[in-house]
């Protein structure tokens, strides 16, 4: 394509509410706009990348056997109401029906299977779209990364036994692991919770960034990896005292509600104050959560023993379950029918301090299962960094910082239960299916891939999934020695089958310089003052500035191809060698 005629609209700067380098690098190389808030129009450039994405994992979901459809954005309540997942905001209703914008689309896909998979010598199947998708995003930030439209694979399995389901499981998941890696990103999967799209089995790729919203907890010593909802946390003896505890008092405590301000009143480390949350499980009866004062109570662990989401009880309940109000909770003396659930570390608390249940009070000397029943223990905290490692004693786990690009789950018979999706074994019996679903994210995918692949003067693509594999800088458009050679070499590579950006604007040369680099394009070829005195085509590396070459015109073509085939095979390498 010549610049000439290609839409390209370039900034010199990126609008200050650009905060993630993708999201800056995006507008200011003219791939997106923005149309509100979360919401963006692909520009040229950027769907040239989107589609080069889409067939890379077009081509990868064909090699496992994957059945592509593309099903409605508009799904009726009624086919959600059989999953249970009927409680987001209505779009519109036109009588009898209301329709949700498609979040996912288990239950759509599982109407069609239902109605046209009735033996087991139909099975296994994977069906998958490639389609946009919808998010009533509260904080839309980050560009592409968080956004309340966005472009998804979804991929759904369908088996006849839990076996089967979790072969197909593991060829998604190495399909996944493929499509990032000939993307040119570097990924990993990690342990996840399963979340609203439930299921017993869950991971997540993640590309490693600086400013990745999400945090990695990793395995010194094993390679180990999990999200902070899942990592599993060993507990951790709190320092006590070794005389024994004396009995619990009571003390007074006017207006001092938070762990740091009690912490601080009392003269007593965090590690001995016993926090006391109240929330209600999906059934809506309340359950009374303990953790120590120095860790975060886990929503998503909390959520996987009450069998759903819990939510945490808003004043007036924990005022009507404790008899205090918030800030002065606690585990001794509740009444009996109360659940209560508590971290394994809060065992180890042997003089702790706990509200009283009253108003401007706390106690101290708190033993727990002497002064309050024995709770259920389990991990309930958010692991962190210098924990041990819960795959190898001998390790610690550390952070990094991620982007999660994709999501695979084992469902089980979560969605073929609930929809009465069935078909007939091969005994005639019939049997609900074992289902997977699997999620990746192809705008984000887009994005994560410039938060890896960047410099300071911008993008450095990767060439699978560049725009362009090769840009050609017309330096002087008046020259005709430089005009010829820049055409000649156009028209060979495009008969060659590269995309080629020739840059033929009437234009200061560093302002092309400038957005060549902002662009990205992998392979760059300068036609300037060489042409003139020697014959010869500056052609380099986007990624190297050392890989510049002054090459003869009459060999450029191969010098090019030649630099293309080498990032080519890299890439090939990587995918090659890959261990997800």
């Not at 997942?85 to 299977?113: C, N, Q, S, W």
């Not at 059934?283 to 975060?296: H, M």
């Not at 994005?447 to 090769?470: K, L, M, R, S, Y």
């Not at 085509?537 to 191809?561: M, W, Y």
Request: glycine share 8%; aromatic share 8%; net charge negative.
């Amino acid at each position: 394509m010549r610049a000439t005629q290609a839409f390209i609209p370039t900034l010199r700067e990126a609008p200050k509410d650009a905060e993630l380098i993708s999201h800056r690098l995006l507008l200011r190389a003219g791939f997106i706009r923005p149309l509100a808030s979360g919401v963006y129009s692909y520009l040229p450039l950027g769907l040239r990348v989107i589609n080069k994405i889409s067939n890379i994992l077009r081509e990868e979901m064909e090699h496992i056997n994957g059945n592509e459809f593309f099903f409605p954005a508009l799904v009726p309540r009624e086919l959600l109401e059989e999953s249970g997942r009927d409680k987001v905001d209505v779009l519109f209703t036109a009588k009898p029906h209301d329709y949700f914008l498609g979040f996912t689309h288990e239950e759509v896909i599982t109407d069609v299977v239902r109605n046209t998979i009735k033996s087991y010598k139909q099975l296994p199947f994977l069906g998958y779209q490639i389609q946009t998708k919808f998010r009533n995003e509260p904080r839309p930030r980050g560009g592409l990364i968080r956004g309340r439209e966005f472009l998804m694979l979804d991929a759904y399995s369908f088996d006849r036994s839990e076996d089967d389901a979790l072969v197909a499981y593991k060829k998604v998941r190495e399909s996944f692991g493929r499509m990032f890696t000939r993307c040119g990103l570097a990924s990993i999967a990690i342990q996840a919770d399963s979340g609203a799209i439930g299921g017993s089995l869950s991971e997540e790729f993640m590309v490693l960034s600086e400013d990745g919203e999400d945090t990695v907890l990793r395995c010194s010593v094993t390679g180990y990896a999990a999200n902070a909802e899942r990592c599993e946390a060993i507990p951790v003896p709190a320092e006590a005292p070794d005389a024994e505890v004396p009995a619990f008092s009571e003390v007074s405590t006017p207006g001092v509600k938070t762990i740091e301000e009690v912490s601080a009143f009392l003269k007593v480390d965090a590690k001995r104050l016993i926090k006391t949350l109240v929330f209600l499980a999906p059934d809506g009866s309340p359950v009374v959560a303990l953790v120590r004062g120095d860790r975060e109570l886990n929503e998503a662990k909390l959520g996987r023993t009450l069998g759903g989401p819990a939510r945490l009880a808003d004043p007036a309940v924990v005022e009507r379950v404790t008899g205090a109000p918030v800030g002065f909770a606690g585990p001794v003396g509740l009444p009996a029918s109360v659940r209560i659930i508590a971290d394994r570390e809060v065992a180890t608390v042997r003089d702790g301090v706990t509200g009283a249940n009253k108003a401007d009070a706390h106690f101290q000397h708190v033993l727990p299962g002497r002064d309050f029943p024995a709770p259920e223990y389990l991990d309930l905290r958010t692991a962190v960094a210098g924990d041990q490692s819960p795959i190898d004693a001998s390790g610690v786990l550390y952070t990094e910082r991620g982007i999660e690009v994709g999501h695979v789950f084992y469902l089980g018979k979560k969605y073929s239960a609930s929809m009465h999706a069935e078909y007939d074994d091969v005994d005639g019996a019939a049997k609900e299916f074992e289902m997977g679903c699997y999620g990746l994210g192809v705008s984000r995918t887009f994005a994560a891939a410039i938060e890896q692949h960047h410099d300071a003067d911008g993008i450095v693509w990767p060439i699978t999934i560049a725009p362009f594999a090769v840009t050609i800088i017309l330096v002087n458009p008046a020259d005709p020695a430089q005009t010829e050679a820049a055409e000649t070499l156009y028209t060979t590579l495009k008969a060659s089958g590269l995309d080629v950006l020739l840059d033929d604007r009437v234009e200061r040369p560093g302002v092309k310089f400038k957005d060549g680099d902002l662009i990205g394009v992998p392979v760059k070829v300068t036609v300037g003052k060489g042409v003139a005195d020697g014959g010869a085509l500056e052609i380099g590396l986007r990624r190297d500035r050392n890989s510049k070459q002054a090459v003869p015109i009459a060999d450029a073509a191969a010098h090019v191809l030649g630099l293309v085939k080498q990032l080519k095979d890299e890439i090939q390498a990587s995918v090659d060698t890959h261990v997800v």
